[in-house]
C-alpha cells in the first residue's frame, strides 16, 4: 500500500471515527435523560423530533448562543484552556480504539482501527491521566472557593482510583500476553471471554473506571447539592459544553475499554456475505458498548453518592490491595498451566 | 531526515519548556512548563524506538508526579515568586563559571562525541524486552528499588502525619481533644480550605 493510499484511507477512518464519536456523545445524553425519566417514572425529552431525538440538536444549538460570559476575577489563560485540555484528552483516546476486524476491499483493505500501536492500552491510560489537567485548572483558574475545593478534590480522586485502573488491567495483560487492543481481543475468541477469566478484574474496573470519569456514586466533585457545580461552576456556554462533552467521550471510551478488554469486542455470530461479514462486528461492538453506557446511567440514578472520605478509604483500602491479589492470584495461575 | 527535524522539534519545546519553568514567576505556570518538558521527552523517547518507556514516562511523570505537584500548588495557594535583592557574588563568579563550564562540555562533546547515531529498532524497546531484562538479568535492582520506594513511602507517611500520634509527649496527654478524637476527621483536603492557619 503506497504512502498516499495510507494517508488517505486513513483520513478517511479519522474523519468517519471522531464524527460518529461526537454524535455518541451528543446522543449519550439523550440516553441519560430517557433513562433517567423512566426510571423517575416520567417520560424526559418527547417534544422535539420523535421520541425527542432531536434534543441534542436543539442544546448544541442553545450552547451555541448562549452567552458565553467570562468572569474579570479569573486567571485567563488556564481558564480558556482547561476545557479544551479536557476535551482534547477526552477524545484522542479513541484513536486506538478497535472496533471490527480487517475490512478486505483489495489494495485498499484495512483494519478498523484508526491506529494499532504496540502499547494500545498504555497510551489509553497515559492519555486519561492526562484528562486529570482539565479538571484541575478549571478549578484552579476560576479563583473561587467552590471550584477551587471540587478541583482538589476530583483531582486527587481520579489520580488514586487510576492506580486500582491500572492494576485491574493487568490481570487481563497476563492472560493476553500483549499491551495491543487488537492482539487482546484476538486471544478472546471462540468464546474464550475475559469476562469468565477475570470477574474480580472486571468488578474492579468498572467502579475504578466510574471513579475516573467522576460518575455517580462518584461524583462528589460536581455534586450539584454540595458544591454548586464544583470545578465547572464558573463556566457558561461553549466551555461548559466542552467539559460536559469531555465528560461523556470520557465515559464512551470506558465503555469501549470494557467491551474490548473484558467482553470480547467485536466479536460475536458472523455469517452471511462478505459486505455483512465486514458489518456485523462493528454492530456487535457498538451493541455491547450502548449496554456498557446504559450500566453507566442506570448507576447513576440508583445510587447514593459517596462521601469524599468514603470514596477515597474506598479505593486505596479495599480496590488496590484486591487488584494486587488478584494479579498474584492471575499469576499464579497462568504460570502453573504453563 | 524526517527524523533530524523531529529531534530537534521535539529539544526545542523540551528548552523552551526549561527555561519558561525557570524564567516564570507564578509557580502553576513553572509546574505547566514542566509538563510539556516531561512531554516532548515522551516524544524523543519515542524517536528511539523506546515506546514503552515514552508510555511510562507520560503515564507517571507528566499525569501522575506533576498532578501532585500541581495539586500541592493549587492546596498551599502558593502565590508568585518574591524577588530577593541579588548577590553580586553570585553573578560575578556565577556568570563566567557558567560560561567556562559550556565551553568544556561543548569541547568534549565536539572532539570525542563521533560516536554516530542509533536507527529506530536496533535497541530493545519492546514491552516484551524490558519485561525480560527486567525480571531475568536486572531482578536484584529491580527490587531492591521497590524497597527504596517503600523506605520512601514510610518516610512520607511519617513526616505527613501529626506529631501527637507517634511521639507521645506527656504535655499533651492531658489535651481532651487531641489526636484519638479527631482520627476521623475528613482529610486535610477538604478541612485547610484555601491554605487558611494548619491549626493543631
Known sequence: MSITTFVIISLIKSIAVIFVLLTAVAYSVWLERKVSAHIQNRWGPTRVGPFGLLQPLADGVKFIFKEDLTQPHVYKPLYIAAPMIAMVFAITSISVIPFGNYVDFGPWGTYLQITDLNIGLLVVLGITSMGVYGVALAGWASNNKYSLLGGLRASAQMISYEVSLGLSLVGVLIIAGSLSLRDIVDAQRHLHWNILFQPVAFFIYLISAYAETNRTPFDLPEAESELVAGYHTEYSAMKFAMFFMAEYANMVTVACLATLLFFGGWLGPVFGPPILQAILPVIWFCLKVFFFMFLYVWVRWTLPRFRYDQLMAFGWKFLLPLAIANIVVTALIVAWRA | ?200
Open chain 2, 1 to 200: 531526515m524526517f527524523h533530524i527535524i523531529l529531534f530537534f522539534f521535539f529539544g526545542a519545546i523540551c528548552m523552551a519548556g526549561a527555561i519558561n519553568l525557570l524564567v516564570q514567576s507564578h509557580p502553576i505556570n513553572s509546574a505547566l512548563s514542566l509538563i510539556t518538558v516531561m512531554a516532548a521527552l515522551a516524544g524523543e523517547y519515542l524517536l528511539l524506538g523506546a515506546e514503552f518507556v515514552a508510555a511510562v514516562q507520560v503515564i507517571v511523570y507528566a499525569g501522575a508526579v506533576m498532578v501532585l505537584f500541581v495539586i500541592t500548588i493549587m492546596l498551599l495557594n502558593a502565590g508568585k515568586e518574591e524577588h530577593t535583592k541579588g548577590s553580586r557574588v553570585a553573578i560575578l563568579i556565577g556568570v563566567p563559571g557558567v560560561l567556562i563550564a559550556a565551553v568544556l562540555v561543548t569541547w568534549t562533546l565536539v572532539s570525542r562525541g563521533q560516536t554516530g547515531s542509533v536507527a529506530i529498532g536496533a535497541l530493545p524497546g519492546s514491552p516484551q524486552e524490558i519485561a525480560r531484562l527486567l525480571f531475568h538479568e536486572f531482578l536484584l535492582p529491580f527490587e531492591v528499588t521497590s524497597v527504596l520506594i517503600l523506605i520512601a513511602i514510610m518516610g512520607a507517611v511519617v513526616l505527613a502525619s501529626r506529631p501527637e500520634a507517634i511521639a507521645h509527649h506527656p504535655a499533651k496527654a492531658d489535651q481532651p481533644d487531641s489526636a484519638p478524637s479527631k482520627r476521623k476527621d475528613a482529610p486535610q483536603l477538604v478541612a485547610s480550605g484555601v491554605g487558611s492557619g494548619k491549626e493543631r
